[in-house]
């Protein structure tokens, strides 16, 4: 038998040592939240992805009382940035939560398994790594890339 390690880099950090362009997506990933509909859950995601031509997309999740047919936060953000700039490719994602409490979480919450292999299709697009910000109360976990988040991912047709 051989054993495999698999190790992720997860930086720690506080808003004030992000970069302007990181604060500026993770305050519109804060502010996509406001568009959520979960009156099923009452747990509120918002993503921003930061795309090479200047953009900034946004995307919350959306519920059904038909579960699972809502969406969630990233693959509504990752979606709309692909059909509406299909030529754009991704610089950056951003995702902010609300606990049913209604208060950001602590720590962050990190996206699903379906949203990240979907984020995972445009990081490959992209064809470079796509950092992952993933912002709680008070920390801020940065990834170096949507990879990271799915280390045995399905790349292959």
């Known amino acids: 038998m051989k054993e495999i390690d698999l190790i992720t880099k997860i930086e720690s950090l506080s808003f004030e040592e992000l970069s302007q362009k990181e604060r500026d997506a993770v305050m519109a990933a804060r502010d996509a939240i406001l568009g959520a509909y979960t009156p099923y859950s009452h747990f509120k995601v918002g993503a921003a992805i930061v795309l ?70 445009y990081e490959l697009r992209a064809g470079h790594n796509v950092p992952v910000l993933l912002a709680g109360r008070t920390t801020i976990y940065r990834l170096p890339s949507v990879k990271s988040l799915l280390p045995l991912s399905f790349t292959e047709f």
């Open 52 to 121: 090479d031509n200047g953009e900034t997309v946004t995307g919350a999740n959306q519920e059904n009382v038909a579960f699972p047919s809502g969406t969630c936060a990233e693959r509504s953000a990752c979606f709309y940035a692909g059909a509406r700039y299909p030529n754009a490719k991704f610089e950056l994602i951003a995702i902010a939560a609300l606990g049913t409490d209604g208060k950001p979480t602590e720590p962050p919450t990190a996206p699903c398994g379906a949203c990240r292999q979907s984020l995972l299709e």
